[in-house]
């Protein structure tokens, strides 16, 4: 039972437009999200989070947007370059845990 | 800079085979955790341990099991390797002391059982 969603697999897009990857959950108590990004044959690497206290949080480029009524958040790449062409996960974790629960993926390619 | 370090990046085993995959962390972390990678469906939680001589089970532990003797090492092993648990073997570890933070990842291993 899949407690978090990436309802897309794969997500093309031309380089300098925006990215709008989405992510939805279903544990109520999920309360902290992540975005990790992953190159073949590489560990994922930390991208951005956001608390449910906040609905939005910005770094650079990337921006990610919680909606807690609908148990949904989005993670925004503006704009998008080569370098981003990689996977993008969606996690999430628990009040009072460290776990941490991850939805399929979306394989992001930027085309030049 | 928080390093998480895997033994392998590549393994080949043969089924029935008894293999140790060793997971290194240099930050102190408390947590430790192990996940594998499967396409279209993520990552899934194997084992978990939130201090030494400690372990959960995950989502996924069967055919599994981990030894964390040192703080800074945990180690998963498979009993008895199959054909299905050919994957990409991800170790990560969090700090205790805050909520909210992110997990550090290892570079993976992928595994493949012939």
């Known amino acids: 039972d899949q407690q978090v969603k990436q309802n897309s697999p794969s997500l093309s897009v031309q380089e300098g437009r925006i990215s709008i990857l989405n992510c939805d959950y279903t544990?109520?108590?999920?309360?902290?999200f992540l975005w990790y990004k992953k190159y073949p044959a590489e560990g994922p690497t930390f991208l951005i989070s956001?608390?449910?206290?906040?609905d939005k949080n910005e770094d650079g480029r990337f921006t990610v947007f919680l909606n807690k009524s609908a148990k949904h958040l989005s993670l925004h790449i503006v704009p998008s370059q080569p370098g981003d062409s990689a996977v993008y996960f969606c996690?999430?974790?628990?009040?009072?845990?460290?776990?941490?629960?991850f939805g399929a993926g979306t394989t992001v390619t930027v085309r030049a | 800079d928080v390093k998480v370090t895997q033994s392998s990046r590549y393994l080949v085993k043969r089924t029935g085979e008894k293999v140790f995959l060793e997971c290194v962390q240099d930050?102190?972390?408390?947590?430790m955790f192990w996940y594998r990678q499967d396409p279209g469906l993520g990552l899934r939680l194997i084992y978990f341990?939130?201090?030494?001589?400690?372990?959960e089970k995950g989502d996924i532990p069967e055919g599994y099991s981990v030894s964390r003797e040192k703080k800074e090492r945990f180690s998963l092993i498979l009993e008895s390797a199959s054909t299905n648990q050919t994957s990409m073997y991800l170790c990560a570890s969090i700090s205790g002391g805050l909520r909210n933070t992110e997990a550090f990842f290892g570079q993976g291993t992928r595994l493949t059982v012939v």
């Open positions: 341990s939130y201090d030494v001589k400690m372990k």
């Open positions: 996690a999430a974790s628990a009040r009072n845990d460290y776990k941490l629960s």
């Open positions: 930050m102190d972390h408390e947590n």
């Open positions: 956001i608390s449910s206290i906040k």
């Open positions: 544990n109520s108590m999920f309360d902290y």
